[in-house]
């Protein structure tokens, strides 16, 4: 594992423990050569998955991008990180298993709006608000109106 700090090959795991209810393993580890610690995170992945934009272009899946897009919709909303990490995990492994190799970027984004309409109608419209695209506050009315969050 290359050291984040000074791109050093030589680091040592301190200390690992399962993380995300068993789905990760958490590994704290220390670069020999500048001293620094990090952790990194394992995971199983069953699959490549290619995201296929609005465009048609095709990118790799970058769960780290799926994380810091929930981390923005639960921004100051009462929610741990490990929380958010299982959410995130969660919504990969539902993806994963659906069997398919290309997923639409708006099946990524109707399986996140699923996930945070059942757990934060804050972070719920906050998603939403991106993912269709709002322009005006007029948007946020009428998405909350339909989608009858305001009760």
């Known amino acids: 594992m290359r050291c984040p700090f000074c791109s050093s090959e030589d680091t040592q795991v301190k200390d690992s423990r399962p993380a995300e209810e068993g789905a990760a393993i958490r590994r704290r580890r220390q670069c020999l050569s500048c001293g620094q610690r990090f952790t990194t995170f394992e995971r199983v992945q069953l699959r490549d998955l290619t995201v296929v934009k609005r465009s048609g ?18 921004q100051k909303r009462p929610m741990e990180r490990d929380q958010i990490e299982q959410l995130v995990s969660s919504i990969v492994r ?13 099946r990524i984004g109707q399986k996140v709006m699923e996930a945070l309409s059942n757990l934060d109608p804050v972070a719920y419209v906050r998603y939403a608000s991106v993912y269709k695209d709002f ?16 009760e």
């Open 57 to 74: 272009r095709r990118v790799r899946f970058d769960r780290e991008k799926l994380l810091r897009s929930v981390l923005v919709a639960m």
């Open 94 to 106: 539902r993806l994963e298993g659906e069997g398919e190799m290309d997923i639409s970027s708006e």
């Open 135 to 150: 322009t005006e506050s007029s948007d946020f009315a009428r998405f909350i109106a339909d989608e009858k969050l305001d």
